[in-house]
């Protein structure tokens, strides 16, 4: 029984350096660090985290299922690249579906279930004050696939979230020190408040000028260079 439990402690280590191994490298991307059409090896990582490869590679492989990464074969991984044109396209396909669903959650939602979303719009502000920008984007998704969600079609939950993914914001560090992203993060709050009052066109306007925002914010973070290529361990905070 001593060996079984010491061997299930060293699992659950394995996996929390995984997962923190796996932070860090959304963290990269996000920051810019990590560069789009560029490829990394699991142990040319490592050195720079501090760690050995295994739990890199394992992290990677993570990021691969969640389209962010994807394996070149005897090399390491690639970071997904998306154009414009896919963004656009992207940010079309979003507006389409998400613009109408919020005017009909907005008929149909109850006050309570509009309500129970507050403390998570409260949650993205706030996270975008402390300049926290895992806590920003995890929140956001959760807001806003919490509210589709209340349509009541898992799968246009599931094809929107995977779209979030293709579509996710690089270079989001230099928004944030110029703090670009609150006003962003504060029509969370703006929508809510809206579809809490029942006006449906009003929270429809609103949902398609919040993704417009969020594209144009997505086109400011890749017009500027980015002056670290490689990610470091005391950049990403990585033991």
């Known amino acids: 029984m001593g ?6 402690h060293l699992i659950t280590a394995q996996e929390r350096l995984r997962d923190q191994v796996a932070n860090a490298l959304r963290a990269a991307l996000i920051a810019g660090e990590l560069r789009p059409g560029s490829v990394y090896s699991a142990p040319g990582l490592a050195a720079d985290f501090g760690v050995s490869a295994t739990p890199v590679r394992e ?12 394996p070149v074969r005897n090399k390491g991984f690639r970071i997904t690249e998306v154009s414009e044109r896919d963004l656009d396209q992207y940010s079309e396909i979003r507006a389409l579906i998400e613009v109408p669903v919020i005017g009909q959650v907005t008929r149909t939602a109850t006050r ?3 309500e129970a979303l507050r ?4 949650e993205i502000v ?4 402390r300049h926290d920008l895992i806590g920003y984007l995890e929140a956001d998704r959760r807001f806003h696939l919490t509210l589709l969600g209340l349509a009541g079609n898992e799968r246009l939950v599931e094809t929107v ?9 690089y270079g989001l560090t230099r928004l944030d020190e110029r703090n670009e992203l609150l006003p962003s993060a504060e029509e969370h709050i703006e929508l809510l408040d809206l579809m809490l009052t029942g006006d449906a066109a009003a929270a ?12 144009s914010l ?16 005391r950049k990403l905070g990585v033991r």
Do not use: I, N
């Not at 060996?3 to 299930?8: C, N, V």
């Open 3 to 8: 060996e079984l439990k010491q061997q299930r």
């Open 59 to 70: 992290a990677m492989l993570d990021l691969a299922r969640e389209g962010l990464v994807e």
């Open 112 to 114: 309570e279930q509009l």
């Open 119 to 122: 403390p998570v719009a409260e």
């Open 126 to 129: 706030a996270a975008a004050r």
């Open 161 to 169: 979230g995977d779209l979030r993914k293709r579509s996710r914001l």
């Open 204 to 215: 429809e306007a609103c949902m398609a000028r919040h993704l417009g925002h969020v594209r």
């Open 218 to 233: 997505w086109a400011q973070s890749r017009d500027e260079p980015v002056e670290t290529a490689l990610p470091t361990a």
